[in-house]
């Protein structure tokens, strides 16, 4: 893979327009870790977990999934980067109402629209963004 293919690679997310969709104000800031898959790819949010904040860092603790990724590609740093929580909103609106959870939550899509707690016992729902 050459440099060029490399910066494309970088550049490949999904082009949206970014409206003020929420109010972060929380003290640690609004960053957060979202899969390509998301915003590559054009998956919703099938799976977000928050845990604790980094020290030092703008991290709010949410990291957003599809639903369908494995380790191995998670693993891989190229396939997710950091977003602000509120650009993330705007690849997929159904997100919102869940954001001031506390840390340690985890919530999992059950349809086209809703999340529910993860307690294991149900398959996250896997959906494309509509555009």
Sequence with gaps: MGIFD??????D???IKI?????????????CIVSDRITKDGFKVGYMFRE??????PDSG???TAGNEDEAYMNNSDNHHIF???TVCNYDKDIIPYLKSPVGSAFIRVNNSEFETD?????????KQKR
């Design 6 to 11: 490399k910066l494309k690679k970088k550049d």
């Design 13 to 15: 997310f999904i082009k």
């Design 19 to 31: 409206e003020k969709l929420i109010e972060w104000n929380e003290p640690n800031g609004e960053g």
């Design 52 to 57: 604790k904040p980094t020290e030092d860092n």
């Design 62 to 64: 949410w990291v957003f």
């Design 84 to 86: 602000a929580i509120n």
């Design 119 to 127: 307690d294991g016992s149900k398959p996250i729902f896997i959906d």
